[in-house]
């Protein structure tokens, strides 16, 4: 095992050295004090309130274990909440450490040198026939259309619409940051390939602590919000601006109507007041109503919201973060902007 495994442990080569060190995952899970599930455990809780995975450990072999380990908890809570943000935050952790790491001439190599080429990372997602840099150009990228509209199908803006874009010969233009979202998409993808996963009941009653541990700071997510007044004036900024698309016609991205629908259901509103809230009748537009509806109906259970919304970092990661004021550079969480605003608002 080598530090690179460990910093991407996503990658083939890392799950080949788990296979070559021949774990034994009951074994590991087992021990009271095994520092891989405890760095687990904070990779899933950092993933739900930061919208990261934590501080890395020093110790290779803790750090790399602690992701299989990570995913077995993610399948065990199996919340689709838990899964979309745990994967969100692994792609954003790694592309962050891709950026950091990338050197011009360097291989995909875990030798004493420990460099990451671009050109490696890509072919580790069978990406290098899809990507070609323009030759002349710094950081500019010709992206074939297929794979381009696979990993920015999500994504927000007017930037990333194709049309946008100038398409020649099935290939279109990005720069090297555009293709690190277009990487984080992909490396999402396979974080959460698979999820949840199937767990032997021994592995489950030994990890129940755990699990207590990341459920314990879900529910305080949960009822993390004390506002039970719908003062849309006093919403964040991303959250007026999901509303303004919405209101405009805009289908959202899957990502953004979870955000918007979350944060309706987090303040105490339920389906037929966010119809309200974006000027809808349901008569007129059905298929919206049945949306709203099922949105928040899905995020919302019998005890509160039971798929909160996602930090401001990932609101960030995902181009919904926008229109930031002064106390957006104050909190982390769109929900407590909300909850500030309110406060000051009474005082």
């Known amino acids: 095992m ?3 495994h460990a910093r991407y442990p996503f990658f083939e080569r890392a799950r080949e050295a788990v296979d070559d060190a021949e774990v034994d995952l009951g074994d590991l899970v087992a021990r009271e004090d095994a520092p891989a599930v405890d760095r687990a455990v904070e990779r899933v809780t950092a993933a739900l309130t930061e919208g990261d995975v ?3 450990r020093r110790r290779t072999r803790t750090e790399l274990l602690s992701y299989p380990v990570a995913r077995v908890l993610v399948s065990l809570v199996d919340e689709p909440v838990v899964t979309r943000t745990y994967a969100q935050a692994e792609a954003a952790t790694a592309v962050e450490r891709v950026r950091a790491d990338v050197t011009e001439n360097a291989d995909l ?3 004493s040198g420990g460099e990451v080429s671009l050109s490696g990372v890509l072919s580790e997602f069978d990406l290098d026939d ?3 840099p323009v030759p002349g150009e710094d950081d500019a990228y010709r992206v074939t259309v297929t794979a381009y509209l696979r990993l920015s199908s999500d994504l927000d803006g007017d930037a990333w619409r194709l049309n946008r874009r100038e398409l020649v010969d099935g290939e279109v233009p990005a720069s090297r940051d555009e ?5 984080r998409r992909a490396i999402e993808d396979r974080v959460a390939d698979g999820l949840p996963l199937p767990v032997p009941d021994a592995i489950a009653d030994a990890l129940a602590p755990a699990v207590a541990r990341v459920e314990e700071v879900l529910a305080d997510i949960e009822v993390a919000v004390d506002v039970d007044r719908v003062l ?4 964040p900024p991303c959250v007026q601006a999901l509303l303004e698309r919405a209101r405009d016609g805009e289908t959202l991205p899957a990502h953004s109507w979870f955000s918007l629908c ?3 259901a987090a303040i105490g509103m339920g389906a037929e007041d966010v119809l309200e809230l974006l000027d809808v009748a349901a008569s007129d537009d059905p298929v919206l109503a049945q949306r709203v509806r099922y949105g928040v109906e899905r995020v919302a259970g019998e005890r509160g919201v039971e798929y909160p919304l996602p930090s ?5 990661a995902y181009g919904d973060c926008v229109n930031k004021d002064a106390l957006c550079a104050e909190i982390q969480h769109p929900l407590s902007y909300y909850e500030t605003r309110v406060e000051s608002a009474d005082d």
């Open 109 to 111: 190599s875990y030798g």
């Open 54 to 56: 934590g501080t890395p």
């Open 262 to 264: 979350s944060f309706c």
């Open 312 to 316: 401001c970092e990932t609101m960030d």
């Open 232 to 235: 849309p004036e006093l919403f």
């Open 130 to 132: 899809d990507v070609r």
């Open 2 to 4: 080598e530090s690179l």
């Open 179 to 183: 293709l690190l979202v277009l990487l």
